[in-house]
């Protein structure tokens, strides 16, 4: 459980009084930065797998994915709970009023539903067509992490311009890669 | 019986020998005069050591300081690094000796000042202040320093200054978030801030030098800064090279860098929203548990009573 590895130094740093003069900001900090290298990760399965031929390395996105689902949740839940004290409506006004937790907060609930459905029998109960479909939501999920991270900084945006650049190496792999496989299809009205 | 040598000790020593035994011993002499008023003097070359002497001031508030592990490691200091650690880090052998401001502009006696004019000629006070960060966090620092109207009123501003405006020292060798990256902080170096005279003139003001007894760490702003506390601390620049005398309102570093989000005037508000931070509550570093609610932020940060006047017909909304 390699995975649970960033929770474990977590912890530890917590109980050892080594998260720094503002623990709070850092603990918000720190699992938001494990969701998007989740994301990163889940997101790499299928380019390196064409471009390596490891078919075994599917076994493992499903996993990747609920662990950028699991930090996720640590990540809202330490915003909720340690930054915002679950006073609702002050986090009602946050999502509205400030575009990068509005972006935040939605691709955290579309998160959601690709967890529920990331068991077998709900693939088997969606059909495979579906599911997929349903599971590209991926994509603007990646998107909308780095754009959170990009609004959310004051000025150095080095940092998010790298998640940024991963994404879009992967997300322009698969685009390449559509290109590449399926032959120009002439649309059928286009009469010349 | 020979006759003594008729010669004249002057003829004897060297002639340059001889006067410079004398240019010595004035010398000598003037510094034992200045030693006597400028005790700080050697205290300049090196931050940390200790300030002896330094006033009690009435205007201190009686909140408990924030640790000095805290204050000194947890930074927004951008030429030395966007981390909050970086500075502690990059900041080390950062030389602020000798050190001297220029005072420029509307004034009838502008000059470069060395750093030890200002330790000479202004007797230190220890204010403890509280300190809001428009990132909603916050701290109570004890500095050491003296009321910036004090050297205002030396330099006789002419009636044409209306602002004025601080520089921080340029060198990127030193400064390395100063560097021009392949993206940069994307900040306009020089850091540039500025103040509206009578903002300037408020007692509250202060030129640091010290924190908790002690000469600046180079992180917090050596060897000089300024100290305005009702306003979020980015007002509050550091390591100043300049001051100068102004008409014109200045264009700060932050509003160059976001005018929606950073106005001239910054002062602490919780009705104004930053818009990617609510100031309404503020987290107190080092106090507050990890599971404990934000205090709510007050008004000019708990300093209306002494501030609000300068403000009086405004639109703190449209003059944020």
């Not at chain 2, 510094?31 to 201190?60: E, H």
Request: charged share 20%; proline share 7%.
């Amino acid at each position: 459980m390699l995975a649970l590895i960033p929770l474990a130094i977590l912890i530890y740093r917590a109980l050892t009084n080594d998260l720094g003069a503002n623990p709070i900001e850092t603990i918000n900090r720190y699992t938001g930065d494990w969701v998007l290298r989740f994301l990163m990760l889940t997101l790499a399965v299928t380019p390196l797998r064409r471009l390596t031929g490891w078919n075994g390395l599917l076994r493992y996105r499903r996993m990747l994915g609920l662990f950028a689902f699991f930090y996720a949740c640590l990540h809202f839940l330490s915003y909720a709970w340690l930054d915002q004290y679950f006073v609702l409506a002050d986090i009602i006004k946050d999502v509205i009023k400030r575009p990068y937790i509005t972006v935040g907060f939605a691709s955290f609930l579309m998160l959601i539903p690709l967890a529920l459905t990331s068991t077998n029998a709900m693939i088997r109960r969606l059909g495979a067509k579906r599911w997929q479909q349903l599971h590209r939501l991926v994509y603007l999920i990646g998107i909308g992490g780095v754009v959170h991270f990009l609004w959310l900084v004051k000025s150095d945006i080095r940092e998010p311009l790298v998640y940024g650049v991963v994404l879009a190496l992967l997300l322009g792999f698969r685009l390449w890669d559509r290109r590449r496989r399926t032959p120009d299809v002439i649309p059928s009205g286009a009469v010349r | 019986m020979r006759k003594p040598a008729d010669i004249k000790p002057s003829e004897i020593t060297p002639k340059e020998i001889y006067l410079n035994r004398r240019r010595f011993l004035r010398e000598a002499a003037a510094v034992a005069a200045a030693g006597a008023s400028a005790a700080l003097l050697p205290c300049v070359t090196q931050a940390g050591q200790k300030i002896p002497n330094a006033r009690k001031s009435p205007l201190s508030t009686g909140e408990k300081p924030t640790s000095v592990q805290d204050i000194t490691s947890y930074n927004n200091f951008y030429e030395f690094g966007t981390d909050k650690k970086d500075p502690a880090r990059n900041a080390q052998n950062f030389r602020t000796f000798p050190w001297s401001v220029a005072i420029e502009g509307e004034v009838k006696k502008p000059a470069v000042y060395p750093f030890e004019d200002f330790l000479k000629h202004f007797p230190l006070e220890e204010r403890i202040y509280r300190l809001r960060c428009v990132e909603a966090w916050s701290m109570v620092v004890p500095w050491v320093g003296f009321p910036l109207r004090d050297l205002i009123r030396r330099l006789e501003p002419t009636s044409r200054a209306k602002y004025v405006e601080f520089t921080t020292l340029h060198d990127p060798e030193q400064m390395p978030g100063q560097k021009p990256g392949l993206f940069g902080a994307g900040l306009d170096w020089p850091y540039v801030e500025g103040l509206r005279l009578d903002e300037a003139m408020h007692p509250l003001t202060i030129l640091a030098v010290g924190l908790y007894g002690e000469m600046l760490p180079n992180q917090n702003g050596a060897p000089i800064r300024l100290v305005v506390p009702w306003k979020y601390g980015f007002k509050s620049i550091k390591s100043i090279v300049k001051i100068r005398f102004v008409e014109k309102q200045p264009l700060t570093t932050w509003m160059k860098a976001g005018p929606s989000e950073y106005g001239f005037y910054s002062n602490v508000n919780p009705t104004v929203d930053h818009p990617r931070w609510s100031q309404a509550a503020e987290r107190r570093i080092g106090e507050d548990s990890l599971f404990s609610p934000k205090r709510k932020t007050l008004m000019f940060n708990g300093y209306a009573e002494q501030v609000a006047s300068l403000y009086t017909g405004m639109d703190l909304k449209k003059f944020f």
